[in-house]
């Protein structure tokens, strides 16, 4: 049994709180907020869990083994540092911080001391992305030529972050995951209307040195509800449509052909092959990547979306938030 506390309860904080307890290897022993209504709120529904405004308080109680970070952005990395700091494992939500060098000190922090880092990057925990990504690997979409993502809604505008830093950090966690490249460049062109300075809508691209690219769309400001990736690969392409309940994943038998011979004009032929739905084990992608937490504590193994993930999503913000200062100029990231 792993024994947590969590700090942060507000809007996202109780799903996590809710998917830990459902563990049979994991209790959350006590809860910290600043807010008492917060804390009341989750209070009601676990009678056994203490619940604390001081997280020093939390930090004192020795039987607490990890602690998971569900706090707003800005507050990610004084949280995490001292956690990882007292010789806690720290489970913190996405971005892993606000600063590249803030989120590699975590990283250095926690090897330094043998403590998982485990970053909510949830879409790599999503069943219909596991099977992309065994797509990816066995060659079966041949070579992915690029990807692009849609995460449109209306709504939740947020004051203290833009729509790509809010909703782009999942978009870039995976395609990082399926294209296994560094990127090269980061071009991001934002809309701005409802808050001044604060993007509503957000186009991001990621370029590879391959060749390769992503193109993220985020908004919150959209009429529809669209959370939709397509993978185009030289033999199938692939789309992976969150928002539809039984068929997320559907690939396309479709590709241009290249001539084997030397030829020019019309050469190139067109195919148009079968579009299949594979049956995928749906179950909770919060409830996988909380159980991928406490087994990384479990058997001392590295997350996936590790604290060096979070680094590298980072840095792809970082340099898309440069670049939407410099109204949509790529900026080369550094050591690519
Ligand atoms: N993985 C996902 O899909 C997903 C979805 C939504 C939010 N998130 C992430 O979860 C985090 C929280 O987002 P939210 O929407 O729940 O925010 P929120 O503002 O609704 O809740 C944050 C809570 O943290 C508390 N808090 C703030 N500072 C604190 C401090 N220093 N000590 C203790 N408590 C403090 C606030 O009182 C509030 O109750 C953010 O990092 C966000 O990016 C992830």
Redesign the pocket.
Known sequence: MVTLGQ??????????LRNFNGLAQARVKVC????EA?LRRVGSLYPNMATT?D?DALLADTEVEAVI????????Y??AKAALLSGRHVF????IALAVAEAEELVALAEERGRVLMV????MYHPAVTRLKQMVESGELGEVYYLYTSRLNLG?V?R??NAM??LA??DISVALYLLGEKPEAVAAQGLTYLQPGIPDTVFLTVRFASGHAAHIHVSWLDPHKVRRITVVGSQKMAVFDDVDSTEKLRIYDKGVQRPTYDSYGDALSLRFGDISIPRIDMREP?RL?CQHFIDCIVNGQRPLSDGRNGVQVLRVLEAGQRSLEQGGAPVVLEGS
């Open positions: 700090v942060g309860l507000g809007y996202w904080g109780p799903n996590l910290c907020d600043l807010d917060a405004t997280y970070v569900t706090s707003p952005t800005p507050t990610h004084p949280l913190v939500e996405k971005p909510g990057h949830l879409l939740q947020r203290n972050e830093w809010s950090p999942h919060l990547e």
